[in-house]
Nanobody, 119 residues
Framework: QVEMEESGGGLVQAGGSLRLSCTVSGLPFADYAMNWIRQAPGKEREGVSCISASGDSTLYSDPVKGRFTISRDNANNTLYLQMNDLKPDDTAVYYC????????????WGKGTLVTISS
């Protein structure tokens, strides 16, 4: 059984930072590309970032490029998202998700963690 659990969300002021984590079990973590996807209130889900299985390649959406950094620890089956210079538009539920390669389509999802940015 695959389990993916996000943590690290919370309430911060604009300009602040947060670090999200996603711990994964029941999955050959090092064989999967990993994603952060977010859903803001009243909006559709949007991809934030993807990292290849090896960690050598990363992709970012334009709104977060230069502010967010995705990384992974394959030895500990953990995915991270360092978020700096946060803006109110970053307010959303953040999900981690696994796919074979970036762009293939998600196979597994976590339940999400809420990030709220106050202005």
């Amino acid at each position: 059984q695959v389990e993916m659990e996000e943590s690290g969300g919370g309430l911060v002021q604009a300009g602040g930072s947060l670090r999200l984590s996603c711990t994964v079990s029941g999955l050959p973590f090092a064989d999967y590309a990993m994603n952060w996807i977010r859903q803001a209130p009243g909006k559709e889900r949007e991809g934030v970032s993807c990292i290849s299985a090896s960690g050598d390649s990363t992709l970012y959406s334009d709104p977060v490029k230069g502010r967010f950094t995705i990384s992974r620890d394959n030895a500990n089956n953990t995915l991270y998202l360092q978020m700096n210079d946060l803006k109110p538009d970053d307010t959303a539920v953040y999900y981690c998700a696994a796919e074979r390669e970036c762009g293939d389509g998600m196979d597994y999802w976590g339940k999400g963690t809420l990030v709220t940015i106050s202005s």
